[in-house]
């Protein structure tokens, strides 16, 4: 079956600093990756996606790189705020499971002053 | 626009009960989906619907159940509540699968 996998949290860093946040796959189709971000007390929000492979997704200063040949879709940015302290979660959808989302299991980020 | 909008907030129910969880998608959105979200299991998928339709459902007890109405929105109920039960019930929809999903701010449901 489908799994996505996280580096561990929580992940700490001083704010500028560069992030980067580990997700590898395991599906049987061709999926399409996620990745969702939780704020304290809140719902899941969409950062950023890819479709196919060697897609980029981009928002707010945050990359993913759909890597098929590593089944990895890692997640970065150059310089952080305090403001990004979040749990992010890696997920993905393929043709077979229709609409189901597959998630990682988060990975906390607190970024300090 | 507005997002998608779940029903109450929070709730505190007694092991036995049944709760019903209330989600309204996004206008045009025609698939609503619904997780569970624990500290011990992390994110896990309930079921979908798709125009009045279940099209997919996740390994939960047969306790757990939902429906879609012609509008698009989507109750799920919980029968016969168990403490494990407590968690956070997140709704989703979308336009189409490859999109991605936009997520409500969940209802948190305790049990005791």
């Known amino acids: 079956g489908n799994s996505v996998t996280q580096m561990e949290g929580p992940v700490t860093l001083s704010e500028e600093a560069f992030l980067t946040i580990n997700c590898t796959y395991t599906?049987?189709?061709?999926?399409?990756l996620f990745w969702y971000v939780q704020y304290p007390g809140e719902g899941l929000q969409l950062l950023l996606k890819?479709?196919?492979?060697?897609d980029k997704g981009s928002n707010k200063g945050f990359e993913a790189t759909y890597r098929k040949e590593t089944t990895s879709f890692h997640l970065e940015k150059g310089s952080v705020q305090v403001s990004d302290s979040a749990v992010y979660f890696c997920?993905?959808?393929?043709?077979?499971?229709?609409?189901?989302?597959?998630f990682g299991t988060g990975t906390r980020l607190q970024v300090t002053l | 626009k507005a997002g998608v909008t779940q029903t109450p907030r929070y709730l505190i129910k007694t092991r036995g009960q049944q709760v019903t969880l209330s989600c309204s998608p996004i206008?045009?959105?025609?698939?609503v989906s619904w997780y569970q979200q624990t500290p011990g299991q992390g994110l896990q998928f309930l079921f979908e619907?798709?125009?009045?339709?279940?099209?997919n459902k996740g390994n939960f007890p047969g306790r757990f159940s939902g429906r879609q109405f012609s509008n698009s929105r989507s109750e799920m109920n919980v029968s016969t509540l168990e403490l494990g039960d407590s968690a956070l019930y997140l709704c989703?929809?979308?336009?189409?699968?490859?999109?991605?999903?936009?997520f409500g701010s969940g209802t948190r449901l305790t049990v005791v």
């Open positions: 989703a929809s979308s336009l189409r699968q490859h999109y991605g999903y936009t």
């Open positions: 599906a049987t189709g061709y999926p399409s």
């Open positions: 890819a479709t196919k492979a060697d």
């Open positions: 997920a993905l959808s393929d043709l077979g499971t229709a609409s189901k989302l597959t």
């Open positions: 206008s045009g959105h025609r698939s």
């Open positions: 619907y798709f125009s009045e339709t279940q099209r």
